[in-house]
C-alpha cells in the first residue's frame, strides 16, 4: 500500500509563493505517476498537475498553466507542485495521489486519467490566498 503525505500548505497573499511536497513511502516509487489535485468547499475535486512515472511528461489544468511547476525527485520519492502567482480562487485543500503506470504516459494522456485511476491518495494539505 503506497502512503502519500503532502506538506507545504499554508496562508498566503495573491501574488505569492508556496511549494508543496508529496512524500510516498513505497518501493518503485519511479513506476508511479504523481497528480495533484485540489478540492474547494462545495465544489468538486478537480486535476491540478500530473507527472509521469518518468520521462518528465507534464500536464497542467488550464487554469494553472504557467503559473505552477510540477517536478518529481525519484530518489527522494517526493512529488513537487511550485505554486507562483498565486490567486484567491486557487484556495483549497491540495491533495496528491498516485498511478501504477505500466508504461509512462503522455501529456495528453495525463490529463485525461480519471480520479478514480489513482489507487493511493494522501490526506491533503489546505492553501488559502487572500485577497
Known amino acids: 500500500q503506497v502512503q502519500l503525505v503532502e506538506s507545504g500548505g499554508g496562508l498566503v497573499q495573491a501574488g505569492g509563493s508556496l511549494r508543496l511536497s508529496c512524500a510516498a513511502s513505497?518501493?518503485?516509487?519511479?513506476?508511479?505517476?504523481i497528480g495533484w489535485f485540489r478540492q474547494a468547499p462545495g465544489k468538486e475535486r478537480e486535476a491540478v498537475s500530473c507527472?509521469?512515472?518518468?520521462?518528465?511528461?507534464?500536464y497542467y489544468a488550464d487554469s494553472v498553466k504557467g503559473r505552477f511547476t510540477i517536478s518529481r525527485d525519484n530518489a527522494k520519492n517526493t512529488v513537487y507542485l511550485q505554486m507562483n502567482s498565486l490567486k484567491p480562487e486557487d484556495t483549497a485543500v491540495y491533495y496528491c495521489?498516485?498511478?501504477?503506470?505500466?508504461?509512462?504516459?503522455?501529456?495528453?494522456?495525463?490529463?485525461?486519467?480519471?480520479?478514480?485511476?489513482?489507487?493511493?491518495w494522501g490526506q491533503g494539505t489546505q492553501v488559502t490566498v487572500s485577497s
Open positions: 495521489a498516485a498511478k501504477w503506470e505500466v508504461v509512462p504516459l503522455t501529456a495528453q494522456a495525463l490529463g485525461l486519467l480519471p480520479l478514480s485511476d489513482f489507487a493511493s
Open positions: 513505497l518501493e518503485a516509487f519511479d513506476y508511479y505517476a
Open positions: 507527472i509521469s512515472s518518468v520521462g518528465g511528461r507534464t
